[in-house]
Nanobody, 123 residues
Framework: QVQLVESGGGLVDPGGSLRLSCVASGRTYSTNEAMGWFRQAPGKEREFVAAKSWSGGTSTYADSVKGRFTISRDYFNDTVYLQMNNLKPEDTAVYYC???????????????WGQGTQVTVSS
């Protein structure tokens, strides 16, 4: 089983920035493995945020975060990052790291989840 551990969440002012990290471990990785991020606000469904293939050729984003968030992967350290800029109060949610052997765009694509890290955008 793949283990995913997120970090980097916290409280930030509107317009500020935050960088989330997710370290993957527990198995031998495949070239076609994808990793990404979802988020879930209280009372709302978990939604897709961003994803990137293990090969790193393509990044995909939800419309709500395009131009503000950037996903990247450190292949040497088996880590995926989510750089979040120009944060808005509506970005407040628990952010979950995700991994799969298939391309990630929906909840059903995800094979493994991290425990989540809280991001709160408020002044």
């Amino acid at each position: 089983q793949v283990q995913l551990v997120e970090s980097g969440g916290g409280l930030v002012d509107p317009g500020g920035s935050l960088r989330l990290s997710c370290v993957a471990s527990g198995r031998t990785y495949s070239t076609n493995e994808a990793m990404g991020w979802f988020r879930q606000a209280p009372g709302k469904e978990r939604e897709f945020v961003a994803a990137k293939s293990w090969s790193g050729g393509t990044s995909t984003y939800a419309d709500s975060v395009k131009g503000r968030f950037t996903i990247s992967r450190d292949y040497f350290n088996d880590t995926v990052y989510l750089q979040m800029n120009n944060l808005k109060p509506e970005d407040t949610a628990v952010y979950y790291c995700a991994a799969s052997y298939r391309a990630i765009s929906t909840l059903q694509d995800v094979g493994y989840w991290g425990q989540g890290t809280q991001v709160t955008v408020s002044s």
